[in-house]
């Protein structure tokens, strides 16, 4: 896979992020050792996940995935090889939540430490803490990146006005910047990004790297009724997509997808890939066969004519 420029942060990652949210509640160890290895061989490098990742699922309390990527990645020695990705701030439960000094400084600790390493690569501010000075995160993020804890940081789930200030500020005081932002977007979820956040990062030359690329699975177009969600453990999340319009984006996706050979998933992120202002959508998997799928779509450059009917298709604003 040939390497995209996060942002100006220095870091060079894969086309595709693999997303950690899947490990230690889909798939356990195991399994995720063989997915992990299965993407490094086929030429990726950035794998995001997060502190609170999966406090969700009964029996966890968070820090999972990033224990058993710690394992992975200790075991197959290969960190510096390795863009990894984590965020800060989401509740932690009795370990507190937020983006201020104090709990970022302690944060980074456990997350240091489940993921035996001594630094992460990019560091993101999980959910905006408008209760903490921007000033006061910014600054403590400085603080880790001259320590050589962080290498660089990033932001998800800001609104354009939110993150428009944080560069104001880090300009002004000379704190480091946001170089990636991690927004909801794929080929349903358009709009909210592409209102205001897609010219902001473009104008500041921002990394991004989408969430819920394929909408929860419901893309990869393997749920097309709600006799279909009875076994998904994402049923909740994929519902609101059962609607007239997410049953036209999937007709679009199945006639692209058989112009091409291939899946729905490899259509529904080429797609994204497609887009000039997205570096790398972020794409979990439970199984070796879809992560292969998953990997098809780097090598897919959609035609004009492909683009235009998925466009069409997804469209947010008729």
């Known amino acids: 896979m040939k390497k995209r420029k996060l942002g100006r942060s220095g870091l060079e990652v894969s086309p595709v ?3 950690g ?14 997915i992990l290895d299965n993407f490094i061989t086929a030429g990726g490098n950035f794998i995001d996940t997060a502190d609170v990742y999966s406090k969700w699922a009964p029996g966890n309390q968070g820090g999972e995935s990033e224990t058993i990527l ?3 990645l200790k075991q197959r020695g290969k960190r510096d090889q390795i863009v990894i990705a984590t965020k800060v701030g989401s509740d932690m439960g009795a370990k507190g939540k937020g983006l201020s000094r104090k709990h970022i400084q302690e944060a980074i600790e ?13 560091y993101q501010s999980h959910i905006d803490d408008q209760n903490t000075p921007i000033e006061e995160t910014l600054e403590t993020y400085g603080e880790l990146i001259a320590q050589g804890k962080v290498r660089a940081i990033g932001a998800s789930n800001y609104s354009a006005s939110r993150l428009s200030q944080a560069l ?3 300009k002004q005081h000379g704190y480091p910047r946001y170089e990636s932002l991690q927004p909801l977007y794929n080929l349903y979820d358009r709009a909210d990004y592409e209102q205001e956040l897609e010219q902001l990062s473009q104008e500041n030359e921002i ?12 893309l990869s177009g393997k749920y097309r009724s709600e006799k279909d969600l009875s076994n998904s453990s994402r049923a909740g999340s994929i519902k609101k997509y059962l609607n007239s319009r997410g049953l036209r984006i999937l007709e679009a996706i199945d006639e692209v997808a058989k112009n091409y050979n291939t899946t729905a998933t490899s259509i529904s992120l080429a797609w994204l890939l497609a887009r000039p202002s ?6 979990s998997a439970t199984k070796v066969e879809q992560l292969n799928q998953i990997i098809k779509a780097v090598d897919i450059k959609l035609d004009p004519t492909s683009i235009n009917l998925l466009n069409e298709a997804s469209a947010w604003d008729t």
């Open 21 to 34: 949210n899947v490990l230690g509640w889909t798939i356990d160890e195991d399994t995720a050792f063989e």
């Open 70 to 72: 710690g394992k992975w």
């Open 168 to 170: 104001q500020i880090s």
């Open 207 to 218: 990394g991004v790297i989408s969430y819920s690329s394929l909408a929860s699975g419901f």
């Open 110 to 122: 456990d997350s240091l430490h489940r993921l035996q390493t001594d630094y992460i690569d990019l």
């Open 17 to 19: 992020s693999f997303g």
């Open 278 to 283: 997205i570096t790398a959508p972020i794409v």
